[in-house]
């Protein structure tokens, strides 16, 4: 088999490979968004047709509610896409690849919606970026930790300056790999700010995510009522013990959007 049959068979196999993921991702979410409607709409019809059983009602609509954010923030964009965006990007490649001795225009389309599907924000969901900003990440933490303190009590070799130097200059993560390893065996890292560490850790968290989500989504929608009965001419209070859906479900959607960008982004 010559070397161009063994890249044709191989990017047929990465293509055959795609195509299934993505027709089992798509049946998952199909099964889950049909689960959370059977559901719903059995506990509504019980509690409907039974009121002694009329909690179950309020617990189809909580449910309801879940499936709904569920199906615009998770199922509607999987049943689109439901390859993650690198991999639409190197099916895109792989496309183009096989495209290459038919049609060189259709190659050329296809390595350009590569190009626009892999773009800045999407960058912080591939493994390798993830990997190098890790790497890049320790290192900046180590300069402020080790080298830093090192250089005041003048504890540090100078070849192991130069080394954090030439990493820095070069930008090349396997190096600054290899200048973390080597300042933090050879040198004792200070403590950081104990205040500090904690905020950035819980507000990076998904813990830390929601809660914000949570204060910026509810605080949006009480803007918005308070401007409402501003200019309808009504008692703030009253609106909303009279409207506690428009509050609740408009903070929970506020919210989850807020959560899904702050995903994606």
Not at 2 to 22: V, W
Not at 44 to 58: E, H, K, S, T, V
Not at 98 to 108: G, I, K, Q
Not at 200 to 217: A, P
Request: with cysteine.
């Amino acid at each position: 088999m010559s070397e161009n049959q063994l890249i044709g068979a191989s990017i047929g196999n990465i293509l055959k490979k795609l195509r299934i993921d993505a027709k089992k991702i798509r049946k998952r979410t199909a099964y889950r968004i049909l689960g959370f409607v059977a559901l719903t709409t059995v506990l509504i019809l019980i509690g409907y047709l039974y009121p002694q059983l009329n909690a179950l009602f309020a617990i189809g609509f909580l449910v309801g509610l879940v499936g709904a954010f569920y199906i615009a923030l998770f199922g509607i964009p999987n049943l689109i896409h439901p390859l993650q965006p690198e991999q639409r990007a190197f099916k895109k490649i792989a496309e183009a690849i096989d495209l290459l001795e038919a049609s060189n225009e259709e190659a050329h389309d296809k390595v350009e919606d590569a190009r626009k599907i892999l773009n800045d924000r999407y960058l912080t969901e591939i493994g390798w970026y993830v990997e190098t900003n890790s790497i890049f990440t320790r290192l900046l933490e180590n300069i402020q930790l080790i080298v830093l303190p090192a250089i005041n009590e003048s504890k540090i070799k100078k070849e192991d300056l130069e080394k954090t130097a030439l990493a820095i200059a070069r930008m090349d993560p396997a190096k600054a790999k290899e200048v973390n390893d080597l300042l933090e065996k050879s040198y004792t890292k200070a403590n950081p700010e104990p205040s500090t560490a904690f905020l950035t850790e819980i507000r990076q968290s998904t813990v830390g995510r929601v809660v914000v989500s949570l204060v910026l989504g509810y605080g949006l929608i009480f803007v918005v009522c308070v401007f409402y009965v501003l200019g309808t001419d009504q008692n703030l209070v009253t609106f909303l013990k009279d409207r506690p859906d428009i509050v609740i479900l408009g903070g929970l959607i506020a919210s989850g959007i807020t959560f899904w960008r702050t995903k994606q982004s």
